[in-house]
Structures are given as C-alpha cells and as structure tokens.
C-alpha cells in the first residue's frame, strides 16, 4: 500500500540520518527519480467542493484577480507525492510563507474535517489518491515530526 512505502521510505532515511556509515541511498533515489506533476485536476475538484478561501489565513479567494495556490500540507518533499487529502487551496503569502515546513497541529485537524466534507459534496473526491492510513492525516504528521521536520508553522497575522 502506498501509504506504508512512504512510512517506510521516511524510516529508512530516519536510519540514514542517525547511522553515519550508511550510503545515503534513499536521498540519491529521491534526487533522480520524482518529479512533481501537474495538479489541475485538484483545482477542478475543489471548485465543487471548498469555499474559495485560504486554508490558513482564510483570505477571500474568490475574487478573479485573486491568484490561487496549492499547498501541500504534509509538504510535497515529505510525501513524493500529490494525494488529494493533503491539498488545500491558500494564498501566495502563505503558500509561500509556509514552504516546506509542516503547519501548526490545528490545521491537521481541519484538513481532516474538510476532507470529510469533500467527500460528502463529491464522493470521487479522493479517485486516484493513495489511501490514508488507519492513523488518518494525523499519524503521517506525527512521523514526519519523528524526522525531526520544520514544523509549528503559523501563518503571519495580517
Ligand atoms: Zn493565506
């Protein structure tokens, strides 16, 4: 399952990190082998789905000069990859604030919560995504945490 190769993908570089003889092969596939795709889709879902608002900071979005952004929750340089789950509308500000740091604890909270009203609004919500784990959003959160990943990230208040 794809959730259980990143749990271990990230273990693997944890052991890197803590054992010095160790060759460092996880961070040279990751160099090589992942590239970032297009994410057009998730706008044409989210249009279905959540209110045109920062997910962070709750500026209004909705307007047509407003630039939207994507951000990845659990940062895309943590998961590799684009799962519909961890994707949330927000504003350049934050989306470039927060970069690749994990967000404060409350906002794994809410993503959660608007993951539950996505699926209720447009039950396809999640096609194509890799399965959350049984821990939900929150147990990739905690392990990204064990890495030792930049987190606690608030948006700037305006
Ligand atoms: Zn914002």
Redo the contacts with the bound molecule.
């Keep these: 399952m794809a959730l259980d190769i990143i749990a271990n993908h990230w273990w693997a570089r944890f052991l890197e990190k803590v054992n010095l003889m160790a060759p460092a092969i996880i961070q040279k596939i990751e160099a090589d082998g992942v590239r970032r795709g297009s994410l057009r889709w998730f706008f044409e879902r989210v249009a279905q789905t959540d209110n045109s608002r920062?997910f962070?900071?709750?500026?209004d979005l909705s307007n047509t000069t407003a630039v939207r952004h994507i951000d990845h929750v659990l940062p895309w340089s943590f998961l590799l990859a684009d799962p519909a789950w961890d994707l949330v509308l927000?504003?350049g500000?934050?989306n470039l604030g927060k970069s690749d740091r994990l967000p404060n604890r409350r906002f794994i909270n809410l993503l959660e919560t608007i993951n539950r009203q996505r699926v209720a609004r447009m039950p396809e919500f999640m096609r194509g995504s890799p399965p959350l784990p049984t821990g939900g959003i929150s147990q990739l959160y905690d392990a990204a945490r064990a890495v030792e990943w930049p987190n606690a990230w608030e948006?700037a208040l305006l």
Excluded: K
């Design positions: 920062c962070y900071c709750n500026a927000a504003c500000r934050c948006p």
